[in-house]
Nanobody, 126 residues
Framework: QVMLVESGGGLVQAGGSLRLSCAASGRTSSNYGLGWFRQVPGKEREFVAAIRWRGSSTYYSDFVKGRFTISRDNAKNTMYLQMNSLKSEDTAVYYC???????????????????WGQGTQVTVSS
């Protein structure tokens, strides 16, 4: 069981930057994959980025690749999403998630993740 809490969201101008944090507690091991998703009203929750809790493998959606960077600090049990060159279309609620090791599926599918934070709002003004 993993508990997740996001922070760092807020209002930023287009072209600016934000860093989101996700604090993890409970049972955390190399069996878990970790990721960031985002959701806007009326749309499905979509994949943003993923990283292994142990190791260095990272994955990005095409619409954030080159602008966002996912990272983690295992000693602090914290995952980060550095967001640069923000666009108005990046406005969304951002969620961190941990994969359920018992679920089969791709890293970019929300259905493979069994643990979710409550989300943090990111608003980019144009």
């Amino acid at each position: 069981q993993v508990m997740l809490v996001e922070s760092g969201g807020g209002l930023v101008q287009a072209g600016g930057s934000l860093r989101l944090s996700c604090a993890a507690s409970g049972r955390t091991s190399s069996n878990y994959g970790l990721g960031w998703f985002r959701q806007v009203p009326g749309k499905e929750r979509e994949f943003v980025a993923a990283i292994r809790w142990r190791g260095s493998s990272t994955y990005y959606s095409d619409f954030v690749k080159g602008r966002f960077t996912i990272s983690r600090d295992n000693a602090k049990n914290t995952m980060y999403l550095q967001m640069n060159s923000l666009k108005s279309e990046d406005t969304a609620v951002y969620y961190c998630a941990a994969r359920d090791p018992s679920r089969a599926g791709s890293y970019d599918s929300r259905y493979t993740y069994g643990y979710w934070g409550q989300g943090t709002q990111v608003t980019v003004s144009s």
